[in-house]
T-cell receptor, first 115, second 114 residues
Framework: AQTVTQSQPEMSVQEAETVTLSCTYD???????LFWYKQPPSRQMILVIR??????QNATENRFSVNFQKAAKSFSLKISDSQLGDAAMYFC????????????FGKGITLSVRP | EAEVAQSPRYKITEKSQAVAFWCDPI?????LYWYRQILGQGPELLVQ????????DSQLPKDRFSAERLKGVDSTLKIQPAELGDSAMYLC????????????FGNGTRLTVT
């Protein structure tokens, strides 16, 4: 079974600075998808960024980018120019490319942003 | 922008009672998911539908939990009888078919069992 590990339970960043959230996963498959989701306090979970395993290029969405290391099974999220609104729980998630595959989440990391 | 609708937002029930949650996915989304999230942890999949068919319910405690999506649109998750350990956030999500399609989540139902 696939597992997703987020070993840092909490992180803190100064507003306008850059922070990197770590994630590793375990799989024997070669084709899959990786996601980062954001869950603000008392608000719904939303997609931050998505990476297809067959693409070598790291995904980027405005201030959010990933460092995808397929051989190392590592998928970290970098947030640049951190804003107060970035404070939330962040979840790394894995999904194989097979039909009816399920999305497996890590335990999450709580990010706080200091003004 | 279309959203996944869930109700109720909060539910308090006594143990051994029955409780039901409802979810209306985004129109056109064939896949519907029910997740359970314990405070401070990641969501855990309970059941996944493709249209009206269950494709994964391996983590659903079937002695007390049931889920249906009769017409392949909205869905109901039921717990009977509720236990103290069922206290959690129950999240519904939907997506287009395909593993690369991102999930869209509802606001969830916060269940407290007393």
């Amino acid at each position: 079974a696939q597992t997703v590990t987020q070993s840092q339970p909490e992180m803190s960043v100064q507003e306008a600075e850059t922070v990197t959230l770590s994630c590793t996963y375990d799989t024997s498959e070669s084709d899959y998808y990786l996601f980062w989701y954001k869950q603000p306090p008392s608000r719904q979970m939303i997609l931050v960024i998505r990476q297809e395993a067959y693409k070598q290029q790291n995904a980027t969405e405005n201030r959010f980018s990933v460092n995808f290391q397929k051989a190392a099974k590592s998928f970290s999220l970098k947030i640049s120019d951190s804003q107060l609104g970035d404070a939330a729980m962040y979840f790394c998630a894995y999904r194989s490319s097979g039909a009816n595959s399920k999305l497996t989440f890590g335990k999450g990391i709580t990010l706080s942003v200091r003004p | 922008e279309a959203e996944v609708a869930q109700s109720p937002r909060y539910k308090i029930t006594e143990k051994s009672q029955a409780v039901a949650f409802w979810c209306d996915p985004i129109s056109g989304h064939a896949t519907l998911y029910w997740y359970r999230q314990i405070l401070g942890q990641g969501p855990e999949l309970l059941v996944q539908f493709q249209d009206e068919s269950v494709v994964d319910d391996s983590q659903l405690p079937k002695d007390r939990f049931s889920a249906e999506r009769l017409k392949g649109v909205d869905s109901t998750l039921k717990i009977q009888p509720a236990e103290l350990g069922d206290s959690a956030m129950y999240l519904c999500a939907s997506s287009f078919a395909g593993a690369g399609s991102p999930l869209h989540f509802g606001n969830g139902t916060r269940l407290t069992v007393t």
